[in-house]
């Protein structure tokens, strides 16, 4: 069964990045076709799309936050991470891993249960 | 705002039968698959249709996919006080992103 789990901080200043990871269990992201992406729920608004990532290294962004993100995918650790810089309160989120099944489709099969994070000094 | 349009809420009754709406635009739903996600409360959300009308194992038949268009539709039979979430459609955009709508609050009265 796979299963993916967030961790990192629950708050982060205004201004500074926020570095997230996901590990992944039960398939090895190496050895997968998929792509691995990250997805966030704001207070009061629906979801939105960050990006996502294959075990290469290739890299798929939300143009709207493009400026500010970045992926990567540590295949020894069978994990990924999403780096995204120059944090206000409107990122203040949930934020969720999963895994993307296919690159032209937004088909998200497996999530992580999500890690809240708050921007605030 | 959205680049995929919801209705904010919809109601119904045990047993009844309800549909939410998704439209989109040629550049998305137009061209692309369109997805169904289930969010209930304080949960992470949970894959319903794939590929337009598909079910993954383990989602019941009262749950159905269809696309018209540049617009899409999940319908819900056999309501059930468990069927109370958000509801989200999803799509690729030919800009090279993701786009989910605003979600739907699905009521059982």
């Known amino acids: 069964q796979l299963r993916l789990q967030e961790s990192g901080p629950g708050m982060v200043k205004p201004s500074e990045t926020l570095s997230l990871t ?3 269990s039960g398939d090895s992201i190496s050895g997968s076709s998929s792509l691995w992406g990250w997805v966030r729920k704001s207070p009061g608004k629906g979801l939105e799309w960050i990006g996502s990532v294959y075990s290469s290294g290739v890299v798929y962004y939300n143009p709207s936050l493009n400026s500010r993100v970045s992926m990567s995918v540590d295949t020894s650790k069978n994990q990924f991470s999403l780096n ?3 944090m206000t309160a409107a990122d203040t989120a949930i934020y969720y891993c999963a895994r993307h099944r296919e690159y032209g489709g937004l088909f998200l099969d497996y999530w992580g249960q999500g890690t809240l ?3 605030s000094s | ?3 995929l349009t919801q209705p904010p809420s919809v109601s119904g009754a045990p047993g009844q039968r309800v549909t939410i709406s998704c439209s989109g635009s040629s550049s998305n739903i137009g061209s692309s698959y369109v997805y169904w996600y289930q969010q209930l409360p304080g949960t992470a959300p949970k894959l319903l ?3 337009n009308r598909q079910r ?3 989602v019941p038949d009262r749950f159905s996919g269809s696309i018209s268009g540049t617009s899409a539709s999940l319908a819900i039979s056999g309501l059930r006080s468990e069927d109370e979430a958000d509801y989200y459609c999803a799509a690729w955009d030919d ?3 993701g ?3 605003g979600g739907t609050r699905l009521s059982v009265l």
């Open chain 2, 95 to 97: 800009r090279l992103t």
């Open chain 2, 1 to 3: 705002q959205s680049v």
């Open chain 1, 22 to 24: 996901c590990n992944v």
């Open chain 2, 56 to 58: 993954p194992s383990g």
């Open chain 2, 49 to 51: 249709i794939y590929r």
């Open chain 1, 84 to 86: 995204l810089q120059s």
């Open chain 1, 117 to 119: 994070v708050t921007a």
């Open chain 2, 99 to 101: 786009v989910f709508g």
